[in-house]
């Protein structure tokens, strides 16, 4: 009896061990991956998580032909883009060899927390230590972070990628703008107004720089925010001044109607010549407006607040139609002066060709005006595009047209 009683014991003690032993591997198998001990994991777990991946990802043999243009790789989006890719694809990564195609296609709810506001394409420049291109919730919540191991939901990385590639494009559009700027400027050097170029070159110089700056880091620090407002100040005082210098050209042309001794070559020399540098003052205001446009995107960029662009922005378009207006009323002016310089040469017998000459000008002072307004111009953000990995690493991004 006492041997059976010994026996009985000894096996209720080794299967608590074993019970006690196979508990203590579970948790730490648990824990190894990362999850919660108090929550029993389930198949349903696994289904439910891959139901909310806010992400397609496929490979294609070929690129489709609604490909709109490639997005420029920083470090931070090559990066995010990687643990995408990682995190839907491991086991290919292992093994990848040679070129790879992947089409990505984002939840719709994540695009529209973009476009809603749910999601701001940049943080405020008021949180501290804030990076920019990341997103954040309408409570200010951070809904991205550095890199995959910091995520804590998929939905994180889906919209950190798309804030990024978001910027990334968005600076594209500012480099194109940059050089239609350079360009523009190039046929300037010629003409005299020597203050107003040096300002409109130099914009463009830092604007390149801070262009630079930022395709690598994703950021513009409070330094180069302050400087920025500096230049978009010099640009305002530079459109303001050739607005008054446009104003003087009514005055120029109201004179010349006014002459006492009237010699034809003299007079249409003369209407020539102020629309001669007329064209010169137009040409260097449509460069500052570019430049005040660039700006703007800068502070899109930079995440400033709605009303500050807004703000920045009416005041430009008021100084845009201000100088539209004052143009318009130096082409009049000399519109009206060739009618008169017709009637003139009628009663002086002439018969000349001058007057077809003026109003050809004239008409092309009027094209060159600067008169559209400047606009928001932060692109949507794509649903698709095409990842290219070259030996399991990023090699470009491209936008398939929404």
């Not at 137009?282 to 709605?306: A, W």
Request: glycine residues 4%; hydrophobic residues 35%.
């Amino acid at each position: 009896m006492d041997i059976l009683l010994l026996v009985i014991l000894f096996l209720f003690v080794s299967t608590v061990i074993i019970w006690i032993a196979h508990s203590k591997t579970s948790k730490k198998e648990i824990q190894k991956r990362g999850l919660d001990p108090s929550i029993e994991e389930t198949h349903e777990d696994h289904q439910s998580i891959e139901q909310i991946t806010p992400w397609e990802l496929k490979e294609i043999k070929s690129i489709p032909d609604t490909i709109s243009n490639e997005i420029l790789l920083n470090p931070r989006l090559k990066q995010t883009v990687q643990d995408i890719v990682r995190e839907s694809k491991p086991n290919i990564l292992k093994k990848a060899t040679g070129k790879q195609l992947f089409e990505i296609t984002f939840a719709p709810e994540i695009l529209e927390g973009l476009k809603s506001g749910k999601y701001n394409l940049m943080d405020s420049n008021q949180i501290q230590g804030a990076k920019r291109a990341i997103a954040r919730d309408h409570k200010g919540k951070l809904v991205g972070h550095g890199n995959l191991s910091k995520y804590k939901n998929l939905k994180g990385i889906a919209t950190n990628a798309l804030t990024v590639a978001v910027s990334q494009e968005h600076l594209q559009e500012i480099r194109e703008e940059l050089t239609t700027i350079k360009i523009g400027l190039e046929s300037l050097k010629a003409i005299e107004l020597d203050k107003h170029y040096a300002l409109a070159e130099g914009a463009l110089d830092y604007y390149q720089r801070v262009s630079s700056f930022y395709q690598e880091t994703n950021t513009i620090p409070e330094k180069i925010q302050t400087e920025l407002e500096q230049v978009y100040v010099q640009s305002l005082q530079s459109v303001r001044a050739l607005i008054k210098m446009t104003n003087t050209f009514s005055y120029d042309i109201e004179k010349l109607k006014g002459s006492v001794f009237w010699k034809t070559e003299k007079q249409v020399n003369a209407l020539i010549s102020i629309a001669k540098e007329f064209e010169k003052v137009q040409k260097y205001q449509t460069q500052h407006f570019r430049n005040l446009m660039v700006f703007i995107k800068f502070c899109e960029l930079s995440g400033e607040p709605d009303n500050v662009v807004v703000s920045n922005l009416t005041k430009i378009n008021e100084l845009i139609q201000e100088n539209a207006s004052v143009a318009n009323k130096v082409i009049k002016e000399g519109k009206d002066y060739s009618g008169f310089f017709e009637a003139k040469l009628r009663t002086l017998g002439h018969i000349s060709g001058q007057k077809s000459k003026m109003e050809e000008m004239l008409n092309f002072l009027e094209e060159i005006t600067p008169k559209e307004e400047i606009k928001n111009t932060i692109p949507i953000p794509p649903r698709t595009m095409i990842i290219e990995l070259v030996d399991g690493k990023v090699e470009s991004l491209n936008k398939v047209s929404n």
